[in-house]
């Protein structure tokens, strides 16, 4: 009797147990989730634990199984995994709104009354400022500096081009960095007209500049990431990649990132210094929660907008000019060879033809018997027909779609009507390589990922021209775009099996959208919104 009743006691015991609910931190339901599995399933329900995806489920059933400490009901909307910028420059960002904003100025003389403006209420040593781009203004032509040196004779003033390859300084700069009629310096231009210096400055001999200019103290800096993160947040990011940042910055956002005062995630390519690559390349990856450093970011040519990109054939709208190199074709297979024989991945600035070829043939050489290495070609921008072929072979092409609706007005200026055939080719681009890595190169172009989603996608402006789209055949699909601003992305940076992606043991990264990206109008995608922001399953937007 006494052991029957011992039977029935373990047995209600195990009823208990099995009908007991699993405690998560965090319960997801009612949402659209697309979860960018290797089906592109859906699900409605997710439950969160220690920073973690557990479980994805169709039908509340899952709520028979966890509780949540927490629960986040979406309303219905959609949430797709956290998006990822492929390419940006998220310090960049930061520092910029510190300084004149140039963005969208319609003529010089708009320029020249924004630095006023700005002046006029800041103390600073220096005037700094970036985003003109004489592209957009009637009169398409570099500016001169008469009008800054009159303003502005004693105090230096800097304003970079939009594309970041272009500096207009005023004369005061100019003397500080110990420029004058005879200067050279290979990889770039030092603009004269009428036997005079313009102050117009493109790529290499901008490196004159830089060295002069104050640094930002450590205080700015700080500043300078914690704008940059809200931002990127208030878009719906949640891992950037950094294009290049120096040894001092990475260390920074590790520290800020290990006490808890930043929240993204960041993918950091180390700046081609010598003092950078023998410190990174010798220590190894330095890989935390949400910090990866382990490829190098090095620089090929200029940009397209100031005819810096180096073309295999002249510029078609200015014969005999090729555009520059501004690392040398041998220092470029140098380095090759020297990140193959680390585990850094090499991720190569890459615009024009000519550019490209030199980067995609030095790749081939030095990752000859070298498997998995992902090594990328950043903007992959112009290439010839022959050239794509190299992208079959485990090279990754990590693109800017609103780059090529920020060019179309005047990119077939720059190459003729047979080369821009060669240009923008994300389709291409994508069937050759399997996968393309999506970002927006910020703050060269917005910081919106719907954006980059809308260019990918419509190939438009938001006046939706041309009517038919911008060589409309290199548009992706939705499905496409989202993988490559997810799953491809992380890919593409060795981190595909802990986000990209919303699965069970992934990290709980996700974005809430108040719209279906996958299925809205393609007008109504530039107007989508991010309405709240997970990280590691805390919200931080």
């Not at 319960?27 to 920073?51: E, L, Q, R, W």
Request: proline share 3%; net charge negative; hydrophobic share 40%.
């Amino acid at each position: 009797m006494k052991k029957h009743f011992l039977t029935i006691a373990a047995l209600t015991t195990l009823l208990f147990a099995c009908k007991q609910k699993q405690a998560v931190d965090l319960i997801v339901s009612n949402a659209t989730i697309y979860t960018v599995d290797s089906t592109f399933s859906k699900a409605t329900y997710m439950a969160i634990d220690k920073g973690k995806i557990v479980a994805l489920a169709n039908s509340n059933e899952l709520l028979n199984t966890y509780s949540g400490k927490e629960t986040f009901d979406a309303e219905g909307k959609t949430i797709v995994p956290g998006l990822i910028d492929a390419h940006c420059h998220f310090y960049g960002l930061g520092l910029n709104q510190q300084i004149v904003d140039l963005v969208g100025t319609n003529s010089f003389d708009e320029v020249i009354e924004r630095v006023k403006t700005f002046a006029a209420s800041n103390q600073a040593t220096v005037i700094r400022g970036r985003g003109w781009d004489q592209n957009d203004w009637s009169l398409k032509e570099f500016p001169a500096n008469t009008v800054l040196n009159e303003l502005f004779p004693d105090k230096p003033v800097v304003l970079e081009r939009v594309d970041g390859h272009a500096y207009l300084v005023n004369n005061a700069a100019l003397k500080l960095a110990g420029i004058n009629m005879d200067t050279q310096v290979s990889g770039g231009d030092i603009l004269k007209k009428d036997n005079e210096l313009t102050g117009v400055l493109v790529d290499n001999p901008m490196a004159l500049v830089d060295a002069v200019m104050p640094k930002p103290s450590r205080a700015t800096q700080i500043k300078a990431l914690k704008q940059a993160e809200k931002i990127c947040f208030d878009y719906g990011l949640t891992t950037v990649n950094d294009a290049g940042l120096d040894k001092e910055i990475i260390y920074l956002v590790d520290s800020l990132q290990q006490a808890g005062d930043l929240s993204i995630r960041m993918y950091a390519m180390v700046s081609n210094t010598p003092e950078n690559l023998d410190h990174f390349l010798n220590k190894g990856i330095l890989k935390t929660d949400r910090l990866n450093v382990r490829s190098v970011k090095v620089y090929g040519d200029g940009a397209l907008g100031s005819r810096g990109a180096a073309l295999k054939q002249e510029y078609s709208d200015k014969p005999g000019h090729f555009g520059a190199l501004v690392t040398p074709a041998d220092k470029i297979e140098g380095l090759a060879k020297r990140i193959a024989a680390t585990d850094y991945q090499m991720n190569t600035h890459a615009i024009g033809d000519s550019a490209n070829i030199v980067v995609l043939k030095a790749y081939k050489s030095a990752l000859e018997g070298k498997n998995n290495r992902r090594w990328k070609v950043e903007h992959a921008q112009i290439l010839e027909n022959q050239d794509f072929d190299y992208f079959s072979s485990g090279i990754i092409p990590s693109v800017q779609p609103t780059h090529a609706t920020s060019d179309m007005y005047w990119a077939e200026d720059r190459l003729g009507k047979e080369r821009i055939h060669g240009a923008y080719a994300y389709q291409t681009l994508l069937r050759k390589a399997g996968l393309v890595a999506l970002g927006t190169d910020f703050p060269v172009e917005q910081v919106s990922p719907f954006l980059t989603f809308y260019a990918a996608v419509a190939r438009q402006d938001l006046e939706q021209y041309p009517q038919e789209g911008f060589m409309k055949e290199e548009a992706l699909t939705r499905e496409e775009t989202l993988k490559g601003m997810t799953i491809w992305a992380a890919y593409s940076n060795f981190e595909e099996n802990e986000k990209g992606s919303l699965e069970p043991g992934k990290l709980a990264d996700f974005t809430v959208l108040d719209k279906d990206l996958l299925a809205v109008p393609v007008d109504s995608i530039p107007f989508v919104k991010a309405t709240d922001v997970f990280v590691n399953g805390k919200k931080v937007k």
